[in-house]
């Protein structure tokens, strides 16, 4: 016998009678209707909204992974479940009143009725549910492994999670039985187009704005489609979140767990290196236009802005170091470095940069320049002056070789800083004269300001009076 789904799928023609049938029978009873999985039959859903006219007792719970778009729809959309925060795991007993945690021990007790949450692993546990981005099915395969897996174990293997989490359970649809097999589903009722906008948007790490997926989900030859509407569909249909606070561009994001199965289907569309390739080209020529303004009056727009992108940029960096492109990594590098060193990132941007200066031969001279320089100052930042200062002055001479006066008075600014917190007054106000005289003649407010706040605690140090210089 067919499913009410069915009857309202094939409405036109043949299934007429059928429909007037279900009609009549419903008109004038009080139920709730329940209609599961309605992704499969969305096209019934103005069917839906007839049925309804017709039975005005009747009311329809519908669960879908696309929103049907009919008169009189109110959408409930499903959140993954509550998580704890792994950086600050709270107390046992508050920790087991996250709803992610209370299924991940429920279903973990299900399959070794021994296991407890204890404060050994507990932050592994908070972690888990964290990676696996609060959605039930995942926490359910992921709990069925604490069997054979203690959760730091289980934890260690989720680098690969969609090759991790899976079931034996006879007793469920197949497309439940691994988390990729549900993505999957979902994935296969796109649309040609839509499944190519999914896979490019699988690139960002950390979500992206409008403007960036729309540079990226356009590259090549391959058929377009309208980004907005392209984008509404993909937020219809649950694979993709729009976010928005007040005064900001709004954000387009994936779960990490549904990311890694787009960019799985991007490698294996063959497109992963191209959008990889365009990926690392917006966020350079963001990073550079932002470097611009580090030194303004939009400085703080601008680096609430990086550290929105940060994770975009981090990836764009490592690709470009994973596969060899040096020259652009640092550019990307030297472009960060001043982000790196005002919101505290030293650590990783010294290491970021001595990577890709380590293998740097053939780039051109400036870009070398510039990133040495950064990376001078982000090691002094770290209190390895020695080899902040051998960076910085490589830089200089460099710098003045090009005839770059930009770049000396900063190789300056920062040798001055260095020298000054070594102890070398003199020759640190000898630098950073020079490198004030420098910003004059650029006219660089910002130079010149800094300038003159680093020689006015020289003449501190040194105990005597900076003779005052006005700013032009």
Known sequence: ????????????????????????????????????????????????????????????????????????????????????????????????????????????????????????????????????????????LAASRIKVLP??????????????????ARDVPARQQTLHNTIQWSYDLL??????????????????????????????????????????????????????????????????????????????????EQTRNAHAAYYLQLAEKAELHLRSAQQAVWLARLELEHDNLRAALRWLLDHKEREIALR???????????????????????????????VAAGVRAKALNGAGFLMDLQGDHEQAMALCEESLALFRELGDTQGTALSLLWLGEITFWTGRLLRSRAQLEEALTLFRELDDPWGIAFSLERLASVALEQGSALEEVRLP
Not at 52 to 77: D, I, M, N
Not at 151 to 168: C, D, E, K
Not at 225 to 248: C, F, I, N, Y
Not at 339 to 361: D, V
Request: glycine share 6%; hydrophobic share 45%.
């Open 332 to 362: 990307l590098g030297g472009a960060l470095a001043y982000f790196w060193a005002i919101r505290g990132y030293w650590s990783e941007g010294s290491s970021e940069l001595s990577q890709a200066l380590a293998a740097s031969e053939g």
């Open 191 to 272: 649309s040609a187009q839509e499944q190519r906008l999914f896979r490019h948007l699988s690139v960002f790490v950390g979500g992206c704005t409008l403007q960036a997926a729309e540079a990226i989900c356009r590259v090549g030859n391959d058929q377009e489609m309208e980004l907005l509407d392209g984008v509404a569909s993909l937020v219809d249909k649950s694979l993709v979140r729009q976010t928005e606070q007040e005064g900001e561009e709004p954000r387009l994001l994936m779960l990490e767990t549904i990311r890694e199965f787009g960019v799985e289907c991007l490698a294996k569309s063959g497109a992963l």
């Open 1 to 140: 016998m067919p499913t009410i789904a069915q009857t309202l799928e094939v409405k036109e023609g043949a299934g007429q009678p059928l429909f007037d049938l279900v009609t009549t029978f419903l008109r004038d009873k009080q139920v709730l209707l329940l209609l599961d999985n309605f992704e499969q039959v969305v096209s019934a859903g103005v069917h839906v909204t007839a049925l309804l006219a017709a039975c005005p007792l009747l009311k329809v719970l519908v669960t879908s992974r696309e929103v049907l778009h009919v008169r009189g729809e109110q959408e409930f959309a499903v959140p993954p479940l509550a998580l704890p925060d792994p950086k600050h795991v709270p107390d046992l007993m508050a920790l087991s009143q996250y709803e992610a945690v209370a299924l991940f021990i429920q279903r973990a007790q299900a399959v070794n009725p021994e296991f407890q949450v204890t404060n050994a692993n507990a932050p592994a546990i908070a972690e888990i549910c964290a990676r696996i981005d609060g959605l039930p099915l995942a926490i359910e």
């Open 151 to 168: 959760p730091l174990a289980l934890l260690a293997r989720l680098g690969q999670r969609l090759t991790v989490l899976t079931s034996a």
